[in-house]
């Protein structure tokens, strides 16, 4: 019994790593069951007896791929701040990694992007959402115990910050079809010019 459970348990993570490798290299309309179940080298059958249908597949392989980790969150923005020179500094270092997240995965984003705006599961949903939304509260965690007195407005203005950089890098380099550049800025260009910006809002007030 304990063997099975464990072989059960072992065939859900290379389901898992199969979808998201796929997802990543072919995207959300590329991650077919067939696909999947060749890069995890098990059989199609296995796959619908464990689930309905390709989305219940993706469903949960996102959500195990969001979930993991969890709990090093808090210790990896803590640490990134610890080693920050100061505010600006520590932005600056965000920034850079939800940048370089954006255009090294761009794919991978958009396929979680694509089924996130599509499924019909709304439980599903609420959970993604809220496991997206523990990485972003790190970051305010993080930044509030190191520079809270510094950051006018506080909490809710460097939330602000945040959403505004968020969305700055989603319609930049996800969504290049919005026109705003014929192309992207560079790294260096984006993180200065997002740096000053926030800097100044999260110092005035204004």
């Known amino acids: 019994m304990v063997k099975r459970q464990q072989r059960s348990i072992l065939t859900e993570e290379r389901l898992n790593s199969a979808v998201i ?4 290299g ?6 077919t069951v067939p696909v999947v179940a060749e890069r995890a080298g098990v059989a199609v059958g296995t796959i619908y007896r464990r689930y309905r249908n390709k989305e219940a597949l993706v469903a949960a392989a996102i959500l195990d791929f969001v979930s993991l980790g969890g709990g090093e969150r808090d210790s990896d923005y803590a640490d990134l701040a610890a080693s920050a020179a100061d505010l600006r500094d520590f932005l600056r270092r965000v920034s850079e990694i939800a940048v370089q997240a954006a255009r090294d995965n761009r794919t991978f984003l958009l396929a979680i992007r ?3 705006n599509t499924t019909r599961d709304e439980t599903w949903r609420r959970q993604f959402e809220a496991q ?11 930044a509030m115990a190191r520079f809270g007195p510094e950051i006018s407005g506080g909490e809710q203005q460097l939330r602000l910050s945040l959403a505004a950089l968020y969305g700055a890098v989603e319609v930049i380099w996800l969504e290049p079809q919005a026109g705003l550049f014929a192309e992207p800025p560079s790294l260096v260009e984006f993180i200065q010019a997002f740096v000053e910006m926030q800097a100044m809002f999260l110092s005035s007030g204004t």
């Not at 072919?26 to 991650?31: H, K, S």
């Not at 997206?132 to 993080?142: C, D, K, P, Q, T």
């Open 26 to 31: 072919e995207g959300l309309v590329g991650c």
């Open 132 to 142: 997206r939304g523990r990485g972003r509260e790190s970051i305010v965690r993080a």
């Open 114 to 116: 694509n089924f996130t």
């Open 21 to 24: 490798e796929v997802l990543k």
